[in-house]
């Protein structure tokens, strides 16, 4: 059985409750879609980071919340000042919800595999933007 056979019978089992919401985390990439996986989705949050293929990749998305008839949503990740215009440009920056800046200790917590222990505003704002869909979309 393969993985997005997996993904999408375990998403077509869960018994929700009407305060309850999911966030699936899939790989980078367009693959899942067109499987099934993301025929129940609400939104798409895609992370762009500062690289070509990222931002290429990016592009493909507003389709496929246009197919799946959901909206989609883009954090830029690894946010640089002489990069942030060209990664905004790349996307629809309307629905940019959080722009986590290119940190070093988020960097290196990250490379450690270590829990990130830092307060960005821009994680709060997106937890926020989360939980305020999560409610419109019950």
């Known amino acids: 059985m393969s993985m997005g056979v997996l993904t999408r019978e375990f998403l077509e089992n869960l018994d929700l409750g009407k305060d309850d919401f999911v966030i699936v985390d899939t790989e980078a990439g367009t693959e899942h879609f067109g499987r099934g996986v993301d025929k129940d989705f609400d939104l798409i949050l895609v992370v762009v ?9 990016s592009k493909k998305f507003d389709e496929f919340g246009a197919q799946c008839g959901c909206g989609v949503y883009f954090v830029l990740n690894k946010v ?11 996307v629809n920056c309307v629905n940019v919800v959080a722009e986590i800046p290119a940190r070093r200790e ?3 917590a990250s490379l450690k595999g270590e829990e990130l222990d830092l307060d960005l505003e821009e ?8 939980e305020k869909a999560g409610s419109l979309t019950h």
């Open 49 to 57: 980071d500062p690289s070509y293929e990222s931002l290429k990749l």
């Open 80 to 90: 640089e000042p002489d990069v942030r215009e060209e990664m905004l440009a790349s």
């Open 106 to 108: 988020l960097f290196k």
């Open 123 to 130: 994680i709060a704002k997106l937890a926020e933007f989360l």
